[in-house]
């Protein structure tokens, strides 16, 4: 494909943007005197947590603001038009020829009930292509974004295909037009690492062939890195700091920037290594005027002309530019909380606290068997933190919930201080149902907003320990200080407290009853980096006091790693390897342990070939026969991986690996100096 | 993507730097609420209608005119010009002579008296029916769901017309039937907010402390589908003061000399091109009624929203 | 059902100075002294294949000699409100969500919502009024049952249903603009009449076709108040005189009518709307 004629102007260049909202009947400020180009080719990525307003940048440039948005001020050209002067045709044509988008949850993207080879050809059929020739023209695009059999796809509906699938659909509609700008606001959000990899791969070499300028928008710093040359960090609504993206990841010259980089655990940092920074205070409020620096309540360095002086987006470095008056100090910044870990020590000669034998959990589901979990074993001593790590079907939930008692499993036993439990809640005991509690990832939904944080820990206190009365009180009193919530907060209602406040209510609320166990699952993922590393440091730190042991579910490495002294990896409701993290995270390793690792971007660049797996990960009601991992494993040796299921075989040093493969074998494939693992056919 | 009014940010690592927002936001939320609702017209205009028939129906005889029996003019018949609206008698005179402005603010009374019942009567049948159906799902609820639909298969009315047959119109069967007819209705919206809650975690926290399901249902569940089931019950009053008034139009109703709008109308349509005055005030004093309530539910239902 | 409401047949039929002995003889060629439910199940069988029994007030006259053409009267009613009503109230519904926020939606809610809750036959007073009494656009009764005589009676049904239909519209519409796919469609550069047509109603009023089924229950509930008002003879005045007589086999047969009616109108848009819905239609064959 051609490089199309294109104008020298940047593809994006907004300035001094004001965006606002209007909510009860006042205008806010989400977005103030923004400004960032993006040259032709070029790709910028724009971080940011929550509430900072990155999406609505993005619909902003493409003038798709809610009803309540408008812009205030500023402008925004798109490959030297002013988009923001445009008549209705004038921005139709604009959206048709110069940008496109495409965020997240493609499925909601797609129109439900529109066949797939429509909604496509309706994008050349706007350029005034006939009905063949759109066809034609779709079937090209769908092979650019490397689906097969795109003939049938074109037949389909959306809701017949796959999460990785549809994204690459709306990839193919985005670039169909070869646009001058794509925007892509976080566009593999809820899509499993390894078909993660894919799509940013896919997105990285179509825009290099297209010549597209893009601008990423996204939480995750390590997405950006790779694929972007520019960044932009911004807080509430502003601009904060842009410049390269090695030198701003490596040496950020403000404050939330390094800061947010410090919540970050890098470079295979764990707990024993010490305590993640965190960012003390709240966001503004939305909306809130502010005379001076907006990041001026939080940070440490500041001073009394950081609250009255605005400061200049100045640049300090080439192509760098920072918004802060001490920005040569920045990397100064003192910690908000102290280093010094915590530290466990785990009795591993003593006898286990759980013994998982051979749980399995088969679901039917319209008259098919779903093989959720297929005999995992494993043992947890006092104090320890077990992490499970694995994709979509893993089979980590159920894992988790039978446990617990909240689903009864086929077959296998689970055993508290060599005592077996009953498979289900109703018949444990209460001391037993106190002894293993849960924290959950949604802290909304985990807490009933119609009570007040006191009852819901007097009421947990009453059928945990059955304390009651002034003890159970000045118990609950007990539990808020540990998590380092002040006792206002006993008479708040959830509605009133703020994500990671609410989490830290839900962690008390688990603590309760001296529990012996905590399953925490995906207890960070609904909150941002900062609030993150807060709650880690809680968890850690509450371990450390109790000898609590948790079993840590995340789909984040990086935090697994950070908090987990064992690890288990599971695929397809198989364990396919466990051992101690240095050993799961380095070789010799497990092939899908190896794969998953690659396929995580990091902040820090890349410091391997990525491996790419073939295919999807196939369903768990259709396993495939011998080792599960077989269809898409990179090193797979022959026939024996169709036909015989692996052993879990101790490596050594308390290492479990199912692999065909011997483990001298695995280490001299998987050394650094060695060449990559070659893509495996497609199934 | 609207605003987002989440102060989401790094917990305070040094106890007491809670955000001082927090207190403030619950007691202003509520405020606004209600500053809402009485900044709202329909709201407003809602409950001044309401108000006003209330007392009407409160004070009946006590403030008319002229009782709502009482024959003013003894021996005429509607053809009369006397018995046509007129100063003295602003709606004129009904098929017996008595004032039919008197007899329709009497009206008010009959119903209100009954409709609140039937409507409580209703919306805890139904919130109970609801509770269980949608808390334990499976066949407990295949089963009721199934008899709803077969019950509801069949115009309310209808089914009230059957069972009055038989049980007589007193006050209290008007309410029972009306109430039974309901409860289905109030069940289905019911369960479907129980359905919504019920796949939250909370639920599920609350099945790891070892909660039973009663405590479930009611100290867990109820308070947080109280909203909607607030809403539901206005909207059903308004149906109530619908279903009374066509059962006495249809001859369901209490008897002469009831001053009960439905009643009226049923004692005058034929008359219609003739007299057109028996039933047409009545016949708005209905639909001022119903529109009020439905003003004021439909209202407390966007502020809820909003 | 109707079987259980007390009041004796036979002795209605004869009356009250009939002697004892011959009432009994009539329950029991009436089949009146078998078992209820005997009596239940045999008429059930009956109904079943056409024969509905015989009206116990004008013995012996079949029942389905009155109920067919009540029945047949009845539809030509419904069906000139639906015809009236459906377009009206899914045009509402759209415009509403269209201008939403705006003066004219709140209009049309409020005004919608409003009619919904008043009862049809106080409509249907008040269209007699002004457009019969008053302005003699239209007949005030509809006995005769022409076109013109079922106008303002239907009316007063429709008007009854145009508020949850054009509410259903409206909230589906809303749903669909607001959704991920419309924002896609305008952002690939479609025209705004492209993106309603093709992406928005087509998801907006799936919702509305099962709403339409189920106003029809109230549209059978209304005929019984809006035929007595105007003096029509469809079903419903045969349901409502039938229970006043005490006149068991016309009554049971009515309603069972209707309910078997109501049913498959409901059945039918069930299935409407899973033919229409492709996420019902096809299964995942990934």
Redesign the interface.
């Known amino acids: 494909m051609t490089t199309p004629e294109r104008s020298r102007e940047p593809a994006l260049e907004l300035r001094d943007l004001d965006v606002a909202y209007t909510v009860r009947g006042k205008p806010r400020q989400v977005i103030h005197g923004l400004s960032f180009d993006i040259p032709q080719g070029h790709s910028y990525g724009l971080v940011g947590e929550s509430g900072c307003g990155k999406s609505t940048v993005a619909l902003a440039t493409?003038r798709?603001l809610p009803?309540n948005g408008q812009v205030q001020g500023g402008s925004v050209r798109i490959g030297g038009v002013d988009a923001l002067a445009l008549n209705?045709q004038g921005l139709?044509?604009?959206?048709?020829?110069k940008v496109?988008?495409v965020?997240q949850?493609p499925g909601?993207?797609?129109?439900?009930?529109?066949r797939v080879g429509r909604q496509l050809g309706?994008?050349f059929a706007?350029r005034g292509a006939s009905r063949d020739e759109a066809r034609e023209r779709s079937i090209g695009a769908l092979r650019e974004v490397q689906i097969a059999d795109p003939e049938s796809v074109l037949r389909r509906?959306p809701?017949?295909?796959?999460g990785g699938?549809q994204q690459r659909i709306?990839i193919a509609?985005a670039l169909a037009t070869d646009p001058q700008l794509l925007i892509l606001d976080e566009p593999t959000t809820g899509l499993d690492a390894t078909v993660e990899a894919e799509v940013l791969d896919l997105i990285s070499n179509l825009k290099e062939k297209h010549h597209t300028a893009t601008l990423l928008i996204s939480h995750n710093l390590g997405i950006v890195r790779k694929m972007c040359d520019r960044i932009g960090v911004l807080y509430a609504g502003e601009l904060v700091e842009d410049g390269d993206v090695a030198q701003i990841l490596g040496e950020p010259r403000h404050p939330y920037t390094v800061g947010l980089l410090r919540c970050i655990p890098r470079a295979g940092r764990r707990k024993d290594d010490g305590r993640l920074d965190t960012i003390p205070g709240f966001l503004p409020e939305l909306g809130e005027e502010q005379p001076g620096c907006v990041f001026v309540d939080r940070c440490a360095l500041a001073q009394d002309v950081c609250r009255t002086t605005k400061p200049e987006f100045a640049l300090v470095g080439d192509g760098h530019h920072s918004k802060c008056h001490f920005h040569e100090i920045a990397e100064s910044l003192p910690r908000a909380t102290d280093e010094r870990a915590a530290l466990t020590v785990v009795d591993r000669t003593a006898e286990p606290l759980l013994q998982v034998t051979d749980l399995a959990k088969t679901f039917t589901q319209d008259g098919v068997a779903v093989h959720a979990l297929a005999g995992v074993s494993a043992i947890l001593h006092e104090g320890e933190t077990l992490g499970l790590v694995g994709e979509s079907g893993s089979g980590k939930t159920t894992f988790a919930r039978t446990l617990l008692g909240i689903v009864d499993p086929t077959r296998g036993e689970v055993a508290l201080d060599g005592r077996r439990l009953p498979p289900t809640l109703a018949a444990r005991t209460a001391s037993d149902i106190a002894a293993l509690q849960i924290v959950f990832q949604n802290p909304d939904s985990a807490l009933n907003r119609r009570h007040t944080v006191r009852r819901l820990l007097n009421r947990s206190l009453k059928k945990l320990i059955n304390l009651t009365g002034a003890a159970a009180d000045a118990r609950s009193e007990e539990l808020i200080s540990s998590v380092r919530l002040p006792p206002r907060a006993l008479t708040a209602r959830p509605q009133q407290l703020s994500g990671g406040q609410k989490q830290r209510v839900a962690i008390a609320r688990a603590f309760a009853g001296e529990p012996r166990l905590i399953v925490c699952d995906e207890p960070t993922s609904a909150l941002d980096v900062s609030v993150q590393a807060a709650i880690l440091n809680l968890l850690v730190d509450l371990q450390s006091d109790r000898r609590t042991s948790y079993v840590f579910i995340s789909h984040d490495l990086g935090v697994v790693r950070y908090l987990s002294d064992r690890i288990a990896v599971l695929y397809l409701g198989r364990l396919m390897e466990l051992g101690y993290s240095a050993d799961v995270f380095g070789p010799p390793h497990h092939p899908y342990s190896e794969a998953l690792l690659s396929a995580v971007p990091s902040i820090d660049g890349e410091l391997r070939e990525r491996i790419v797996l073939a295919g999807e990960i196939p369903s768990a009601s259709n396993v495939p026969s011998g080792c599960a991992f077989q269809t898409r494993c990179p090193r797979k040796i022959g026939a024996i991986c169709e036909t015989e299921e692996p052993p879990l075989a101790n490596v050594g040093g308390d290492h479990l690996i199912r692999c065909h493969i011997p483990v001298e074998e695995l280490r001299r494939l998987q050394a650094p100096a060695a060449p990559p693992a070659v893509d495996s056919s497609h199934a | 993507m609207s605003s987002s009014d989440d102060i989401v940010g790094a917990s305070p690592v040094t106890v007491g730097a809670v955000a001082p927002a927090m207190r403030n936001r619950r007691r202003t939320e509520r405020r606004e609420l209600i500053a809402l609702l009485l900044r709202s017209p329909?709201f407003m205009i809602g409950m001044v209608v309401i108000l006003f028939w209330t007392v009407c129906g409160i004070f009946g005889d006590r403030i008319t005119p002229y009782r709502h029996d009482e024959i003013v003019v003894e021996g005429g018949n509607l053809l009369d010009p006397s018995f046509r609206p007129s100063w003295e008698h602003p709606f004129g005179l009904d098929n017996l002579g008595r004032d039919v402005f008197s007899r329709v603010l009497s009206g008010a009374g009959p119903i209100l008296a009954v409709a609140p019942l039937a409507t409580v009567i209703g919306v805890v049948c139904g919130s109970i029916l609801g509770l269980i159906t949608g808390y334990f799902g499976g066949t407990v609820d295949n089963v009721v769901s199934r008899l709803i639909d077969a019950v509801?298969?069949?115009?309310?009315?209808?089914i009230a017309?059957?069972v009055l047959?038989?049980t007589g119109t007193s006050a209290l069967s008007l309410a029972l039937v009306i109430g039974f007819v309901f409860t289905p209705i109030v069940a289905r919206t019911v369960r479907s907010a129980v359905l919504g809650e019920r796949s939250l975690d909370y639920v599920q926290a609350a099945k790891l402390r070892g909660e039973r399901a009663p405590y479930i249902m009611f100290a867990e569940i109820l308070p947080n589908v109280m909203g909607p089931i607030i809403v539901e019950a206005t909207v059903r009053l308004?149906?109530a003061v619908?279903a009374l008034?066509?059962l006495a139009?249809?001859?369901f109703g209490e008897v002469d000399p009831s001053p009960d709008w439905g009643v009226q109308?049923q004692e005058h349509?034929s008359y219609?091109?003739q007299a057109?005055w028996t039933?047409?005030w009545p016949?708005?004093a209905?639909?001022s009624l119903?529109?009020a309530?439905?003003?004021v539910a439909?209202s407390m239902q966007q502020a809820v929203e909003s | 059902?109707?079987g259980?409401?007390?009041g004796d047949p036979a002795r209605n039929l004869l009356g009250r100075e009939a002697p004892a002995s011959q009432v009994k003889e009539l329950n029991h060629q009436l089949g009146y002294d078998r078992p209820f439910v005997v009596r239940y199940l045999d008429w059930l069988g009956n109904f079943v294949t056409g024969d509905l029994g015989k009206s116990a007030r004008n013995y012996p006259r079949p029942v389905s000699e009155d109920l067919v053409p009540a029945l047949k009267r009845s539809l030509k009613l419904a069906g000139l409100a639906l015809v009236i009503i459906i377009p009206i109230s899914i045009f509402g519904g759209v415009l509403a969500a269209l201008r939403?926020?705006r003066p004219i939606d709140r209009g049309i809610?409020?005004v919608g919502?409003?009619f919904?809750?008043?009862?049809?036959?106080?409509h249907g007073?008040?269209l007699?009024?002004i457009f019969?009494?008053g302005l003699h656009w239209f007949p005030?009764t509809a006995q005769s049952g022409s076109l013109d005589a079922l106008f303002l009676p239907a009316c007063a049904l429709a008007l009854v249903l145009f508020g949850y239909i054009a509410r259903m519209a409206r909230a589906g519409t809303i749903e669909a603009l607001g959704?991920?796919?419309t924002?896609?469609?305008?952002?690939?550069?479609?025209?705004?009449r492209t993106v309603l047509q093709?992406?928005v109603l087509?998801?907006s009023l799936?919702p509305t076709i099962t709403v339409i089924a189920t106003q029809t229950?109230?549209l059978?509930?209304?005929l019984?108040?809006i035929e007595?008002?105007f003096g029509y003879p469809g079903i419903g005045s045969l349901?409502?005189q039938a229970?006043?007589n005490?006149d068991f086999p016309v009554?049971q047969s009515a309603?069972l009518t209707?309910?078997i009616l109501?049913?498959v109108v409901t059945l039918m848009a069930d299935l409407l709307v899973s033919w229409?819905?492709?996420?019902v239609r096809?299964t995942?064959?990934?």
Do not use: C
């Open positions: 493409v798709y009803r209705a139709r044509e604009l959206r048709r020829d496109s988008m965020y949850n909601a993207a797609l129109n439900p009930t529109l309706e994008v706007l509906y809701h017949q295909l796959s699938m709306v509609m | 329909a509801l298969a069949l115009p309310l009315i209808i017309i059957g047959q038989s308004g149906y619908f008034v066509t139009f249809l001859g109308i349509y219609i091109d057109w039933v047409l016949a708005l209905i639909a119903v529109v309530l439905n003003l439909d | 059902m109707a259980m409401l007390p939403y926020g809610t409020v919502l409003s919904a809750v008043i009862p049809e036959f106080v007073i008040v007699v009024t019969g009494v005030t959704a991920d796919y924002r896609t469609a305008s952002l690939k550069g479609l025209s705004r093709r992406h087509r998801n799936l229950g109230y059978f509930g209304g019984v108040a007595l008002l349901i409502l229970a006043n005490k009554l309603v209707i309910a109501y049913l229409l819905n492709p996420r096809l995942d064959d990934v």
